[in-house]
Structures are given as C-alpha cells and as structure tokens.
C-alpha cells in the first residue's frame, strides 16, 4: 500500500494553505507539479483546475470536491473517504461501486 506524503513542492504547499487560485495559476503558466501519493485531506479543492492532473495514490478524506470535473483526472489508487462529492463528474473507468466503497469504506479506487 502507498503511503501518502506531505511533499516540499511550493505548488503543494499552495495547496495544503488554501491557495487554489494561486496554485491554477501557476499551472496555466507551466510550472510543473507532482501530486502522486499527496495527503490532500480536508482541503477544499473546489475551484481547483484537475483535468488532466494525476492525482494517482492521493489521500482526499474529507476533502471537499463538489462539483468538479474529474472526468480527465488521474485517480487510480486514489482514497476518497468522507470526501463532499455532490456533483463531481468522476473518469468512466472508475465504477459507482468503486466510488462508494472508496467515499464510504476508504478503499483505494481502481480503474476496470
């Protein structure tokens, strides 16, 4: 099992403060950023920017996702558990089984 980290990256740290604009701005102008394996718990994410982001292995218990359009995201191996999901469009390969045992249970989401 992959264990999430809190990583030094600044686009990270942006993240983890609460700075989603900031964070999407810094991505539209290239800055690279490396969310793998990420503890993103609790955060709010609602305004954040995720399509073609990999959020593969990330830990987002409690994390508020409302509306967002993950449908080009990476999230295999991701961990949704407790997560605001009202309105979130997730990838076609992850089942509605696949995202409830994940929202309820703290499963590991994986692709079919």
Excluded: W
């Amino acid at each position: 099992m992959t264990t999430p980290t809190i990583k030094d990256d600044p686009l990270y740290q942006m993240l983890r403060e609460g700075h989603v604009e900031q964070f999407n701005q810094h991505r539209q102008s290239g800055t690279p950023c490396d969310l793998r394996r990420a503890d993103l718990r609790a955060l709010d994410l609602r305004k954040l920017e995720v399509k073609h982001l990999d959020l593969g292995d990330c830990y987002l218990r409690q994390a508020d996702l409302r509306g967002l359009d993950l449908s080009e995201t990476n999230l295999d191996g991701a961990s949704i558990s407790g997560a605001k999901i009202s309105g979130t469009l997730f990838p076609s390969q992850l089942s509605a089984e696949e995202i409830t045992l994940s929202l309820v249970h703290g499963t590991r989401m994986r692709y079919r």
